[in-house]
């Protein structure tokens, strides 16, 4: 059974950083498209990162390019959300989720994705 295990959210003050994990089980994270994605009360769920299988390419919604960045980690069937410099509106429930097998390159819209995380609180306040 495939599954998705977010970690590393908390309270971090404005400029902080955090880094979140998202493990796999049942299945090698490297062979899927893995996106990062949050949402904030009363908003929509919106694509913050996502890696490509192999980790050959990269993407970055607009709000957040220059902050963060994503990773991969094969041994430990991690992929990282390194969150720098945040801010306010970076409060959210952040979660990732894997594209369906063999997805070419990675995207960043919500319904390419078929496997997801239960989530982890990100809050951002001073």
Same mark, same amino acid.
């Given at each position: 059974?495939?599954?998705?295990?977010?970690?590393?959210? #908390?309270?971090?003050?404005?400029?902080?950083?955090?880094?979140?994990?998202?493990?796999?089980?049942?299945?090698?994270?490297?062979?899927?498209?893995?996106?990062?994605?949050?949402?904030?009360?009363?908003?929509?769920?919106?694509?913050?990162?996502?890696?490509?299988?192999?980790?050959?390419?990269?993407?970055?919604?607009?709000?957040?390019?220059?902050?963060?960045?994503?990773?991969?980690?094969?041994?430990? *069937?991690?992929?990282?959300?390194?969150? *720098?410099?945040?801010?306010?509106?970076?409060?959210?429930?952040?979660?990732?989720?894997?594209?369906? %097998?063999?997805?070419?390159?990675?995207?960043? %819209?919500?319904?390419?994705?078929?496997?997801?995380?239960? #989530?982890?609180?990100?809050?951002?306040?001073?």
């Amino acid at each position: 059974q495939l599954q998705l295990v977010e970690s590393g959210g #908390g309270l971090v003050q404005p400029g902080g950083s955090l880094r979140l994990s998202c493990t796999a089980s049942g299945f090698r994270l490297s062979t899927y498209a893995i996106g990062w994605f949050r949402q904030a009360p009363g908003k929509e769920r919106e694509g913050v990162s996502c890696i490509s299988r192999g980790g050959r390419s990269t993407n970055y919604a607009d709000s957040v390019k220059g902050r963060f960045t994503i990773s991969g980690d094969d041994a430990k *069937n991690t992929v990282y959300l390194q969150m *720098n410099t945040l801010k306010p509106e970076d409060t959210a429930v952040y979660y990732c989720a894997a594209a369906p %097998p063999l997805f070419s390159g990675c995207v960043l %819209p919500a319904t390419t994705y078929n496997y997801w995380g239960q #989530g982890t609180q990100v809050t951002v306040s001073s």
